[in-house]
């Protein structure tokens, strides 16, 4: 896909995550949003991925280790055709598959998630294990920058370079938030590149809600043979919808009608001015 496509493709993804919410009356709003260019990317352009046949030997794996901004997962799942649209629907209601974090009895969704800082931690053993077993497969996981404050992610981070897993990629959603406030405050994160460069990882620092950067850097990776990858991915929590940009309480906010309502009506104004691009 071209980035003009992809860019028209992250609207989509937004447009969808918040139908969800606003119909079940339950989500995280604002981590959704940040991460919808970066989960939009991945799905549309880079994971190697066969919808038809989700256990394809030679997929690479994705792990959303923020479990919890799992509208937008969904959403593009739906939409690559690992299930039908018309499922997105029964987010959150009784019976669904569709609950409110990864749910792997749905096709596509290698791993639960929800509980925070495991994400890493898996995907290394899925990464070691492709390394042992000589695939060339790769395996990404998106984490949330309060994540970090859980200790198993520098169990994991230590464990990745000592292994030199350089066919494991984690993107970190930089929003500067967590559920109750600035993560500085909360439990500081910088300096976060040199952490992480400490640990053994090349890292790369990128806007993420900036599609061109997000495409570039997903497609350079591995950046370091024999290292693990890491992309600080600078995001502006609900981003998108002007009123829950950078507010923490949007963090699982469910926006009133006319909220939503105004919210669609910006995303539509945004595909039209794509459009005519
Ligand atoms: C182990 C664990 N502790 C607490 C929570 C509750 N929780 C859900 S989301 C969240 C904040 C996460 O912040 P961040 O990782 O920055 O996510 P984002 O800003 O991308 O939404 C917390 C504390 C959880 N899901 N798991
Ligand atoms: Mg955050």
């Known amino acids: 896909m071209t980035i003009h496509e992809l860019k028209q493709q992250a609207v989509?993804?937004?447009?969808s995550l918040l139908s969800m919410i606003y119909q079940a009356k339950s989500g995280h709003t604002g981590g959704a949003l940040s991460s919808a260019d970066i989960i939009t990317a991945l799905y549309f352009e880079?994971?190697?991925?066969?919808?038809?046949?989700?256990?394809?030997?030679?997929?690479?794996?994705?792990?959303?280790?923020k479990g919890h901004s799992v509208e937008g997962y969904l959403a593009?799942?739906?939409?690559?055709?690992?299930?039908?649209?018309a499922?997105?629907?029964?987010?959150?209601?009784?019976?669904?598959?569709?609950?409110?974090?990864?749910?792997?009895k749905l096709p596509g969704i290698e791993m639960n998630t929800g509980a925070l800082g495991h994400g890493l931690s898996?995907?290394?053993?899925?990464?070691?294990?492709?390394?042992?077993?000589?695939?060339?497969?790769?395996?990404?996981?998106?984490?949330?920058?309060?994540?970090?404050?859980?200790?198993?992610?520098?169990?994991?981070?230590?464990a990745a370079s000592h292994y030199k897993l350089d066919n494991l990629v984690a993107i970190i959603d930089r929003n500067h938030?967590?559920?109750?406030?600035?993560?500085?405050?909360?439990?500081?994160?910088?300096?976060?590149?040199?952490?992480?460069?400490?640990?053994?990882w090349h890292v790369e620092v990128i806007e993420g809600n900036d599609m061109d950067q997000v495409v570039s850097a997903l497609k350079a990776v591995p950046f370091t043979e024999g290292?693990?990858?890491?992309?600080?991915?600078?995001?502006?929590?609900?981003?998108?919808?002007k009123q829950m940009e950078d507010?923490?309480?949007?963090?699982?906010?469910?926006?009133?009608?006319?909220?939503?309502?105004?919210?669609?009506?910006?995303?539509?104004?945004?595909?039209?001015?794509?459009?005519?691009?």
Not at 12 to 15: A, F, G, Q
Not at 184 to 194: A, D, G, H, N
Not at 253 to 264: I, K, N, R, T, Y
């Open 177 to 200: 938030l967590q559920i109750s406030g600035s993560t500085e405050t909360v439990m500081s994160q910088e300096p976060l590149q040199q952490r992480f460069e400490s640990f053994g």
């Open 46 to 65: 880079i994971l190697k991925l066969d919808p038809a046949n989700p256990d394809w030997e030679g997929r690479d794996y994705f792990v959303l280790s």
């Open 122 to 158: 898996i995907s290394v053993g899925m990464a070691l294990g492709l390394k042992k077993d000589k695939k060339t497969n790769r395996v990404f996981t998106l984490m949330g920058d309060g994540e970090l404050a859980e200790g198993s992610v520098w169990e994991a981070a230590m």
């Open 76 to 85: 593009v799942l739906a939409r690559r055709g690992f299930f039908d649209e």
């Open 227 to 241: 290292k693990p990858s890491l992309i600080i991915a600078n995001t502006t929590k609900g981003k998108g919808v």
């Open 247 to 277: 507010v923490a309480a949007w963090h699982h906010g469910v926006p009133d009608q006319s909220l939503f309502e105004e919210a669609m009506l910006t995303f539509e104004s945004m595909e039209k001015e794509l459009d005519n691009v």
């Open 12 to 15: 989509e993804t937004r447009k």
């Open 87 to 104: 499922l997105l629907k029964t987010f959150c209601q009784y019976k669904s598959l569709l609950i409110g974090h990864p749910n792997n």
